[in-house]
Structure formats: structure tokens, C-alpha cells
């Protein structure tokens, strides 16, 4: 089991920038990579960056460029970054964790999320 816990959400006029955070706990050695997902009001939750133990970065096209995600192992936790924030950016933002275990061969494989984080983004 993983447990994640985001902070970091509040409410920013547009333009401005906040930071989000999400600590892992228990299992974090079978974490194999580690993300951000959002759900605005009336909408399915989308992807928005992804960072993997190996392998490159992914974001979604709308927040390349202003969107960065970043992963501390040491202390199991991944942040995101966000500048130039709109309106369309409003939305709970999720925390996940992509893990496996068990043989290389037939691993399991379980997604973790956190509670979530309030963003709101004032015009």
C-alpha cells in the first residue's frame, strides 16, 4: 500500500504561480512512477504530468511549458510547479502512483491517489 497526501492548493489571481506537493508513505519501493491528474468542476479527471523512476517526463499539451514536475526520492516526493495559471487551470489536482510488485515476468500493478488539492485561479 502507498499512501499519498498533497498539499500546496489555494487561490492565485491569473498569471500568478503555486507549487503542489505530494508525500508518499508505506510501500514507496514499489512506486515506479509518480504524477499529477486534475478534475475541474462538470469534467473528467485528466492527466497532467507524469515523471517515471527512469524514463522521460510527460505533460499534457494544455500546461507544457508552464507546468513543471519535479521528484525528490530520498524523501519520496514529487512537486509541480506551476506558473502562468488561468482560469482553465481551476480544478482539483490529484496526486498518483503508478506501482508493481511481485515477478518480473507477471508483476502486479496498482494505481495510488491522494485525497487532492484545491486549485482555484481568479481571472
Known amino acids: 500500500q502507498v499512501h499519498l497526501v498533497e498539499s500546496g492548493g489555494g487561490l492565485v489571481q491569473a498569471g500568478g504561480s503555486l507549487r503542489l506537493s505530494c508525500a508518499a508513505s508505506?510501500?514507496?519501493?514499489?512506486?515506479?512512477?509518480m504524477g499529477w491528474y486534475r478534475q475541474a468542476p462538470g469534467k473528467q479527471r485528466e492527466f497532467v504530468a507524469r515523471?517515471?523512476?527512469?524514463?522521460?517526463?510527460n505533460y499534457a499539451d494544455s500546461v507544457k511549458g508552464r507546468f513543471t514536475i519535479s521528484r525528490n526520492n530520498a524523501e519520496n516526493t514529487v512537486h509541480l510547479q506551476m506558473n502562468s495559471l488561468t482560469p482553465e487551470d481551476t480544478a482539483v489536482y490529484y496526486c498518483n502512483a503508478e506501482a508493481s510488485w511481485g515477478p518480473i515476468e507477471d508483476p502486479r500493478k496498482s494505481d495510488y491517489w491522494g485525497q487532492g488539492t484545491q486549485v482555484t485561479v481568479s481571472s
Open positions: 515523471i517515471p523512476n527512469r524514463g522521460w517526463v
Open positions: 508505506g510501500s514507496t519501493f514499489t512506486i515506479d512512477a
